[in-house]
């Protein structure tokens, strides 16, 4: 059971350094951390493919200003697929659209390649209402 602790550990680690990466715009760490046919589905429910997203973010059209988990990051792990669910704090502006703060809950899913790597696949973000 260590492992598994240790595996959520590793995981929950991950996403927090994957949230800096998007809000830094370090490129280079975001591309190794997003799987290749990575998907996001945004609070508005548009779907955005990795290109499309990261691509976004290295130009500066999508600007995350903060982005950090507000709750524990809760992980399901079994072998080479993890799903993570947590609640987060988002200021964000996006080129068209109002920049502003957000809360969210995400739903991660992380598949482990051969090479060894987790790597986020798909990404759901749900707007939590305030009030």
Do not use: N
């Amino acid at each position: 059971m260590a492992a598994a602790g240790a595996v959520s550990t590793d995981l929950r680690d991950l996403e927090r350094r994957r949230l800096r990466s998007l809000v830094e715009a370090d490129m280079d760490t975001a591309e190794a951390l997003h799987a290749a046919d990575f998907e996001l589905v945004t609070p508005s429910g548009t779907v955005w493919s990795r290109g499309h997203y990261l691509g976004g973010i290295g130009s500066g059209d999508i600007d995350y200003r903060r982005f950090e988990a507000v709750t524990e990051i809760e992980v399901l792990h079994d072998g080479d697929l993890a799903v993570l669910r947590y609640r987060s704090a988002i200021d964000i502006a996006v080129v068209g659209g109002v920049p502003g703060p957000l809360t969210c809950q995400h739903v991660d899913v992380y598949l482990r390649g051969a090479d060894g790597a987790w790597r986020v696949r798909w990404s759901q973000a749900t707007e939590v209402a305030s009030g």
